[in-house]
């Protein structure tokens, strides 16, 4: 994939030695377009890089569309559903990463394709989708 994928915007925050993404753009985006699934934004972020957890490995925003629109500009007005994988450290990208791959992706993938299409009411308000992981737990996901 090119710069240009299935988002607007995106960005990537250069990491520290000891830290690694646990996804690439190119596998992440080829998920999003077999989905079908376009994004206001994709961006792979240091995060908070501490060494408690839980681990927030990918997060998944859908901002209100109701937004009172008085001080933005009206040229540009991105999607509402944005996606921020968060850097790991690189003992745990290997084994997140495969989870991510076989079975978190999909689920991700899933709940973003639907965002847009839960009504009215739904997208009138935020809603948050996380994958956080516990070395003592593993993976969970939280929705808001």
Do not use: C
Request: aromatic share 14%.
């Amino acid at each position: 994939m090119s710069d240009e994928g299935p988002w607007q915007r995106y960005d990537r925050d250069k990491l520290p030695k000891g830290w690694a993404y646990p996804i690439g753009r190119d596998k992440l985006g080829a998920a999003l377009v077999a989905a079908g699934v376009e994004l206001g934004s994709l961006s792979f972020g240091a995060g908070e890089r501490r060494d408690t957890e839980p681990i927030y490995v990918m997060t998944i925003y859908w901002l209100s569309d109701a937004r009172p629109k008085y001080f933005q500009s009206r040229d540009f007005q991105p999607a509402p559903l944005m996606m921020f994988v968060s850097a790991v450290p690189s003992s745990l990208r290997l084994p997140i990463g495969q989870a991510l791959t076989d079975v978190w992706l999909e689920q991700a993938v899933a709940w973003a394709g639907q965002a847009s299409k839960r009504g009215n009411a739904w997208t009138a308000s935020d809603h948050h989708w996380y994958l956080k992981y516990e070395a003592k737990t593993g993976f969970t996901v939280e929705m808001i």
